[in-house]
């Protein structure tokens, strides 16, 4: 799969997506992530992305033209000067404007909430570009002209769209074959099966007087799997009753 990230703050990602499992998704070819300078798409000496909102308002807007130009240098591959009205641009200039394009998303705390059913399916695609928004937000005809998709990390706001875009790149690159060491692994964890995931012991088997459930040690595979279910089931109905079916809980 191909990630590109759209910010002002491309250095942010330099710890986060490089290290543990992205950093290895990446180095083995799994994950082609790819940050990009969104200034390097700007045309005036001062390489201004924001602008004052029109009709007045606190904070600043980040600028459509901006935007668009950069979304379609990534996504057919082409430097910033053929989208930032270059005299002289490449031969190799054509491109796609507004048409088809890969699956961009703007992170923003009105979009759809990120969830594990929507990270599934995003792991499903080719490619993912993700557009990390600041200040008072987006000019709203970069949601009109470029997004396919808005998308939530929580309901909260940030200084920006970075952490949510990290956010939605672990939970789907971790869910493409091959990155988590055992596969089976993200279909066994909370939310996977509509339940938070079970409670999870290891050695030593007593910890200051707390020792470990006896099924666990028993052998009994089958007593195991019914006592994880069991498990999920109720810690779900403590601490998340609203991902229950409403005669469940």
Same mark, same amino acid.
């Given at each position: @799969?191909?990630?590109?990230?759209?910010?002002?703050?491309?250095?942010?990602?330099?710890?986060?997506?490089?290290?543990?499992?992205?950093?290895?998704?990446?180095?083995?070819?799994?994950?082609?992530?790819?940050?990009?300078?969104?200034?390097?798409?700007?045309?005036?000496?001062?390489?201004?992305?924001?602008? $004052?909102?029109?009709?007045?308002?606190?904070? @600043?807007? @980040?600028?459509?033209?901006?935007?668009?130009?950069?979304?379609?240098?990534?996504?057919?591959? +082409?430097?910033?000067?053929?989208?930032?009205?270059?005299?002289?641009?490449?031969?190799?200039?054509?491109?796609?404007?507004?048409?088809?394009?890969?699956?961009?998303?703007?992170?923003?705390?009105? /979009?759809?909430?990120?969830?594990?059913?929507?990270?599934?399916?995003?792991?499903?695609?080719?490619?993912?570009?993700? +557009?990390?928004?600041?200040?008072?937000?987006?000019?709203?005809?970069?949601?009109?002209?470029?997004?396919?998709?808005?998308?939530?990390?929580?309901?909260?706001? +940030?200084?920006? /769209?970075?952490? $949510? $875009? $990290?956010?939605?790149?672990?939970?789907?690159?971790?869910?493409?074959?091959?990155?988590?060491?055992?596969?089976?692994?993200? %279909?066994?964890?909370?939310?996977?099966?509509?339940?938070?995931?079970?409670?999870?012991?290891?050695?030593?088997?007593?910890?200051?007087? %707390?020792?470990?459930?006896?099924?666990?040690?028993?052998?009994?595979?089958?007593?195991?799997?019914?006592?994880?279910?069991? %498990?999920?089931?109720?810690?779900?109905?403590?601490?998340?009753?609203?991902?229950?079916?409403?005669?469940?809980?």
């Amino acid at each position: @799969m191909r990630i590109d990230v759209l910010s002002i703050f491309p250095g942010w990602f330099d710890g986060p997506l490089t290290s543990s499992l992205l950093g290895r998704a990446a180095g083995d070819g799994t994950l082609d992530l790819r940050v990009h300078d969104l200034r390097d798409w700007t045309t005036d000496r001062h390489r201004s992305v924001d602008d $004052a909102p029109y009709g007045g308002g606190a904070g @600043m807007v @980040m600028r459509a033209d901006v935007w668009v130009a950069a979304c379609e240098s990534v996504w057919n591959d +082409l430097p910033p000067s053929v989208t930032t009205g270059d005299p002289d641009p490449p031969a190799d200039a054509a491109y796609v404007a507004g048409g088809d394009r890969p699956r961009t998303l703007v992170l923003t705390p009105r /979009g759809r909430p990120l969830t594990q059913a929507l990270a599934a399916e995003l792991a499903t695609e080719d490619r993912l570009v993700l +557009l990390c928004g600041r200040y008072e937000g987006i000019d709203e005809r970069v949601h009109e002209l470029v997004a396919t998709d808005e998308v939530s990390v929580g309901d909260y706001v +940030l200084f920006g /769209g970075e952490v $949510a $875009a $990290a956010v939605v790149i672990e939970a789907v690159t971790r869910l493409l074959p091959g990155v988590v060491g055992n596969d089976a692994s993200p %279909q066994d964890e909370s939310f996977s099966s509509g339940l938070l995931e079970y409670p999870h012991y290891t050695r030593p088997a007593e910890v200051r007087g %707390q020792g470990v459930p006896s099924v666990l040690t028993s052998g009994d595979h089958g007593a195991v799997d019914r006592w994880r279910e069991d %498990q999920a089931r109720e810690l779900t109905r403590r601490r998340r009753p609203d991902l229950l079916p409403p005669d469940a809980t």
